[in-house]
């Protein structure tokens, strides 16, 4: 017996195979496959031979998946290039907070006047949970004011999971930068004495210089990256 | 009679745009239409009108968007933006010297019946 699903799924994983055509690809042309076969049927023709036609006129998998790599070489490169961008941003973001604990079990410990190494790790372990939390909190209150804002929130849900999963990131990563910026602040109207000082004041320039413009430099490299894509939306 | 696959090739740009342009369409629908108009005669392997549709889409001359039919069918429908208005207007120009310049030398040719 004829299963027309199934013969679908199989062909839809004979296209996939080719890895030039990704899911919507795929999904736009199931839709006309179907609508195809379904006029067939109309006029009496089986399942069965439905289906052959309008694969047949539809196209060989080798003919179109050759035609879709002259459209998606540069989209996949542009793919491959912004969540190798994100990997870094991650990194960053992972960095930043490791040295953001490091830092604040230094500075407790500093303070507090406790000595011995029980107590140090006791401090550090209290001011991780504490960092961690804030910021999760904050970031995720920002996530939340954002879809407050009427026109956002409907963009948003026509996003797809991966593009809100950036989102996210992208807040997180402006609160770090923020943060970061706020640490290497040059002190103003501060006059270098002599050779040290200047080499330290060249240093604070630079340290805030970088953490300020590397990320940004990178976030508007992805969402350039990614704009011909935000109009993508998954179909199932 | 048949029209050659480098001459359906050529054409396709204009032929969406056009389309298109008398509002927003999907690719079945698209295809079907170019069957209706030329009587069949222009024979386009289905499955080439997408990739063509996604080039002109990256081009940014139209715009794509997911949605539901009434019949519950997901379809991916197409819409002209402004600069691909400004695109079919130099097509047609650009169609319209090939055409004069044919015509002009067909009209002197002479009658062989």
């Known amino acids: ?236 | 009679m048949a029209i050659s696959k480098d001459l359906v090739a050529a054409s396709a740009t204009p032929l969406i745009l056009s389309i298109l342009s008398e509002g927003e369409n999907y690719g079945y629908a698209i295809i079907k239409r170019v069957r209706e108009l030329s009587n069949g005669r222009m024979q386009w392997t289905d499955g080439m009108l997408y990739p063509v549709l996604h080039r002109l889409e990256e081009q940014k001359l139209i715009q794509s968007k997911w949605r539901e039919s009434k019949t519950g069918r997901k379809r991916k429908y197409y819409k002209i933006k402004k600069e691909g208005t400004k695109a079919l207007k130099e097509q047609k120009n650009q169609w319209k010297v090939v055409y004069s310049t044919l015509r002009q030398l067909w009209e002197n040719e002479p009658c062989l019946t």
């Open chain 1, 1 to 236: 017996m004829f299963d027309l699903n199934e013969q679908i799924d199989k062909w839809r994983s004979n296209l996939a195979q080719s890895q030039t055509l990704d899911n919507s690809d795929i999904n736009e042309l199931e839709s006309h496959l179907r609508e195809e076969i379904e006029n067939l049927t109309a006029l009496k023709l089986s399942d069965e031979e439905a289906f052959l036609i309008a694969t047949y006129r539809l196209g060989d998998t080798a003919g179109l998946s050759d035609e879709y790599e002259k459209i998606n070489r540069g989209k996949r490169f542009r793919q491959n290039v912004s969540w190798m961008i994100t990997g870094i941003l991650t990194y960053l973001l992972a960095t930043h907070f490791a040295t953001v604990i490091s830092k604040d079990c230094v500075l407790l410990a500093a303070n507090s006047g406790i000595t011995g190494y029980r107590s140090l790790g006791f401090i550090g372990f209290g001011s991780q949970i504490l960092t961690l939390i804030t910021t999760f909190f904050l970031g995720y209150f920002i996530c939340r004011l954002i879809l407050q804002i009427p026109g956002f929130r409907k963009q948003i849900k026509e996003l797809t999971t991966r593009m809100r999963l950036l989102m996210v990131l992208l807040v997180f990563l402006i609160m770090t930068v923020v943060y970061r910026a706020a640490f290497h602040i040059p002190v103003p109207g501060f006059r270098p004495m002599n050779i040290q000082q200047h080499v330290v004041q060249a240093l604070t320039y630079t340290k805030f210089l970088w953490s300020v413009f590397l990320p940004v430099i990178l976030v508007m490299l992805l969402i350039n990256l990614r704009k011909p894509n935000l109009h993508e939306v998954k179909s199932r």
